[in-house]
């Protein structure tokens, strides 16, 4: 195709190194792979890619940089998805020392939680639709591969592959850490791995709501 030239493969190199860098979202997918197993973690990628597919369609018309612009829009915004962050947080923590009191850690590696597919789906989807950085990407990096007479089926293609390689990499994340959390030291392990990532998502929020434009 026509459009699949150096810039689009620049957009593409940017893409890569803006979704393999560890943010809210990794964690949200660390934290579902640990207590529910690969396949919440998927359901949670798919959910993410979804948010980000209403990211670019709400800078598409206007909404996203309305956000990014209103004072107001972006602290609400700010404060909803730092909540949510520290919610999520706060539960993996919780969880882990009441299984601690459930299950010692010498015995069997615990079977995963059960947690509906569309739950996880939905957490992705408000976990990436809270953050506002998430939507920056589609306002102020995306532009500036964007020419006036770029077609829309270019632009689609581009939001479809930076789709595809969110979903794609947090599904393999999910994968290796659900795996490394059922290992023959899956019980302790896991419940390690859980309080960190709880504290780190309740960190992360506090920096988002402590974040300025």
Not at 31 to 38: D, H, P, Y
Not at 100 to 117: I, K, N, V
Not at 152 to 157: G, I, P
Request: charged share 15%.
């Amino acid at each position: 195709m026509a459009f699949l030239d150096a810039r689009f493969d620049a957009w593409i190199a940017v893409a890569v190194v803006l979704i393999v860098t560890p943010g809210p979202d990794t964690a949200l997918i660390i934290r579902n792979a640990l207590r529910a197993g690969t396949r919440a973690a998927s359901w949670t990628s798919l959910g993410i890619g979804a948010g980000s597919t209403v990211w670019a369609a709400a800078s598409v018309l206007g909404v996203a940089v309305l956000l990014e612009s209103s004072d107001l829009a972006f602290t609400i915004f700010k404060y909803a998805g730092a909540t949510y962050l520290v919610y999520l947080g706060l539960r993996s923590l919780i969880g882990s020392f009441w299984k601690d009191e459930q299950q010692p850690p010498e015995s069997l590696p615990a079977t995963p939680e059960r947690l509906d597919g569309w739950a996880a789906f939905a957490q992705g989807v408000l976990n990436n639709l809270l953050n506002p950085k998430a939507g920056a990407i589609f306002v102020t990096v995306m532009p500036q591969f964007v020419e006036p007479h770029d077609s829309v089926s270019r632009l689609v293609l581009m939001v479809a592959c930076y789709d595809a390689l969110v979903v794609a990499w947090l599904c393999m994340y999910g994968l290796v850490v659900s795996r490394a959390g059922r290992s023959s030291m899956g019980a302790r392990v896991r419940k390690g791995l859980e309080r960190v990532t709880g504290t780190v998502m309740i960190g992360l929020g506090v920096r988002l709501a402590l974040e300025r434009r």
